[in-house]
């Protein structure tokens, strides 16, 4: 199974930017992905998350700003980052957890991250 993301960059303070993560490989099925991210000199944290039923939850530093959103028949995940801030400058990482067709069982992944930098 890859995790492989995309859509980050350089960006102004109030501006936005849209992550893409793609899953592929031998998929069984998909429980949840999320973002998390991990800024220099700081702890990994989860932005947000998205489940196979829908349901999400948000780190409340991107409430009303971040939205998650998943495509299951793509087995990709996105996530809106509006009004951005500096202080939201970090590696982006996607995370499935995911169960294969070998392997039924619930497993961690992760991409290998994509570079986002809001400037003041």
């Known amino acids: 199974v890859q995790l492989v993301e995309s859509g980050g960059g350089l960006v102004q303070a109030g501006g936005s930017l849209r992550l893409s993560c793609a899953a592929s490989?031998?998929?069984?099925?998909?429980?949840?992905m999320a973002w998390f991210r991990q800024a220099p000199g700081k702890q990994r944290e989860l932005v947000a998350r998205?489940?196979?039923?829908?349901?999400?939850n948000y780190v409340d530093s991107v409430k009303g700003r971040f939205t998650i959103s998943r495509d299951n028949a793509e087995n990709t995940v996105y996530l809106q980052m509006n009004s951005l801030k500096p202080e939201d400058t970090a590696v982006y990482f996607c995370?499935?957890?995911?169960?294969?067709?070998?392997?039924?069982?619930?497993?961690?992944?992760w991409g290998q991250g994509t570079q986002v930098t809001v400037s003041s």
């Open positions: 995370h499935g957890s995911i169960a294969t067709l070998e392997v039924r069982i619930y497993t961690t992944y």
């Open positions: 490989g031998s998929i069984f099925s998909i429980e949840s």
């Open positions: 998205i489940t196979r039923d829908g349901r999400i």
